[in-house]
């Protein structure tokens, strides 16, 4: 079955609802008019019983009317829209005496009736809305007075009702459905304008946007919605083509060293010393190859979220003075004191792989960075329930104007000026990226030829 557009199901939502509430309406309404009128016929009727009975006496086991002749000729001349017939029996039913509009017909006397409740009987083929009110004679009943009126005329009325509310229920549906469909039209049109928009999306066209309806309602959300959900694709796209550009270069840069050491080398033959001296720079650009293609792995690794983490308690102070024994080497041959400031133990909950990345980067950039007989501080404290790691340098800081760019990939503050200064890029990029997975607070403040201080927050 061919499904209905977006459209015509809000419409015949829409109507769905309206004609259940519509149906609940017309009935209430019918039920209303019926009420009504059995109302105001069992007034006329109680009005009617009240009336004759104080147009009667009781003599002798006989109801007798006071003034017979003339109550027979007030009711041949009185018209009414629904007359009242009266009828009087005897204790057994049989009729004593009737008003003259009951002609040759006479009312139904029913034995089961509950005296003094209105019921519904019959007229012959007529039906009639009626009462058996008991005569007294002391405490002895001695006959009943019946008073009905006929049901034809509100039966008509009720009938009519009927069929107006039948003939215009489907009638007004219709105009409600058309109505909807034309008002959901007009409402969903944006809709129209997203499909639009986004067909003319594609990788090479990000630059389209859809046009916020100017009534600020669900359709307005969805629209600004979409178009951060494209800003955020274009901005994603560009750093990945940007991403893209810059390790290709990075990549080729070594492999070039590489390349034209090597065809220097075959050019003619050359004594041992000078052999060793060129394949000892070749496996240097190799190393830094390595290392390079290992961080670019890892942001890869990251940026599609494929990690999954594994958080145990881990000691602080165990992983600062492992990483400073693995730059021991640089560190003794640079001179540098590196001062240890631990109180007690600490310890944290996060993943130890991954923080080991992180202040492996940050304390190998501050050896890197620092000068000759340098001074790098490592202090772990812990305020309101916080734990926070400083590290600080003295070494040939970052420039204001650079504190911004440190995070991009490839990023290197002043590299042309500190040729002897080897690096990626890639490692505040990753110390960024890594923070961000583990919750961490990252701050660095720096200055330059003053250097650098990097705190790391982390929360108990």
Not at 58 to 80: A, G, P, S, Y
Not at 122 to 140: A, D, G, M
Not at 244 to 253: F, Q
Not at 375 to 380: E, K, Q, R
Request: glycine fraction near 4%; charge should be positive.
């Amino acid at each position: 079955m061919q499904q209905l557009s977006f459209k015509n199901r809000i419409a015949s939502n829409y109507l769905i609802s309206t004609a259940l509430l519509i149906s609940v309406v017309f009935c209430v309404i019918y039920g209303i008019v019926r009420f009504s009128v059995y109302v105001k016929v069992n007034n006329d009727i109680k009005i009617e019983v009240s009336k004759h009975l104080k147009e009667i006496e009781v003599k002798e086991n006989c109801v007798l009317l006071i003034r017979e002749k003339q109550w027979k000729k007030m009711q041949f001349n009185k018209v009414d829209i629904s007359p009242a017939f009266i009828q009087f029996v005897d204790e057994l039913g049989a009729m004593v005496n009737k008003s003259p509009n009951l002609k040759q017909k006479k009312l139904n006397y029913y034995p089961q009736a509950i005296n003094n409740i209105l019921f519904d009987g019959k007229l012959e083929n007529t039906s009639v809305r009626q009462i058996q009110v008991p005569l007294y004679q002391n405490t002895k009943i001695i006959g009943y007075l019946i008073v009905a009126v006929s049901l034809e005329d509100s039966a008509m009325v009720l009938h009519n009702l009927f069929i107006i509310l039948l003939v215009a229920y489907p009638m007004i549906l219709l105009v409600l459905f058309l109505i909807a469909r034309f008002i959901a039209g007009r409402s969903i049109k944006p809709i129209s304008a997203i499909i639009q928009t986004s067909n003319i999306i594609t990788q090479d066209n990000l630059k389209s946007r859809i046009p916020l309806p100017q009534n600020k309602d669900e359709l307005h959300l969805l629209s600004k919605t979409i178009n951060n959900l494209l800003d955020r694709v274009e901005n994603a796209i560009e750093r990945e083509k940007q991403f893209t550009s810059d390790a290709s270069h990075e990549l080729r840069t070594p492999l070039a060293v590489i390349k034209g050491t090597l065809e220097v080398l075959v050019r003619k033959p050359r004594n041992q010393d000078e052999y060793k001296e060129k394949i000892d720079f070749c496996i240097n650009e190799v190393n830094r190859l390595n290392l390079l293609v290992d961080e670019l792995l890892l942001l890869a690794r990251f940026e599609n979220q494929k990690q999954s983490l594994k958080i145990e308690r881990v000691s602080m102070n165990a992983v600062f003075l492992d990483i400073i024994s693995r730059n021991s080497p640089l560190i003794n041959e640079k001179k540098i004191k590196c001062e240890v400031l631990f109180s007690k133990d600490f310890y944290i909950k996060t993943d130890a792989y991954l923080f080991l990345i992180i202040v492996n980067n940050i304390v190998t950039n501050a050896v890197k960075y620092s000068k000759s007989n340098g001074v790098i501080t490592f202090d772990i404290s812990e305020n309101n329930n916080k734990i926070f790691c400083i590290i600080s340098d003295c070494g040939i800081g970052i420039a204001s104007e650079d504190l911004e760019k440190i995070f991009d990939q490839f990023y290197r503050s002043k590299s042309n000026e500190h040729p002897e200064i080897k690096g990626t890029g890639l490692g505040l990029s990753i110390v960024k990226r890594l923070c961000v997975l583990l919750q961490i607070n990252l701050k660095i403040e720096s200055k330059e030829n003053q250097g650098t201080t990097v705190t790391l927050g982390f929360s108990n």
